[in-house]
């Protein structure tokens, strides 16, 4: 089963802390990315990357860290400098900017709270 | 200016009805428009992905893009309460997608 794997479902943090969202792809895409969706609003990117060991600053990206090690996995951190963090996360991969028949696809997301 | 505009609705329709969702953009050398669909906690799934002017259809479901006014439409016919969602359109350009901020359809039995 090819496609976009995001954990946890549902994320709480506390202030002050850093958490971790896991993003997976087995689709062989080259590019991955992260939004930010809030309640009533379009999806705002933070970071994205199109090769390995390369990424970068999206529109909103103070507040968060990422990195890309291997192809397949895009994790994005929250710092506790994200002053707003609680939000629905969404991670997307796209195949070679040259070739959009496939375009974006989405993971099912995780919701972050902070209590 | 934003990318790309979209009325958020909500928009609410009986079963049957057509439906026409539509945004607006900023630059007219966009080439490559898409539209989601996102159920209620879940992420989005693309619906359809067209390139340049013109109409596409799948189905029940027709895009349309009209550049000398940099607008451009989802049609959807025969509208089911299974089509209620959020739908976004998107553009991609220099490795970006832009979104619109979404809109909310409900279809009433």
Redesign the interface.
Known sequence: DGGITQSPKYLFRKEGQNVTLSCEQNLNHDAMYWYRQDPGQGLRLIYYSQIVNDFQKGDIAEGYSVSREKKESFPLTVTSAQKNPTAFYLCASSPDRADLTDTQYFGPGTRLTVL | QKEVE?D?GPLSVPEGAIVSLNCTYSNSAFQ?F?W?RQYS??????LM?T?SSGNKEDGRFTAQVDKSSKYISLFIRDSQPSDSATY?C?I?NF???Y????TKLNVKP
């Open positions: 979209q958020p490559y898409m989601y906690r879940k992420g989005p799934e693309l992905y390139y976004l998107a991609y490795n970006k997608f979104f619109g901020s979404g």
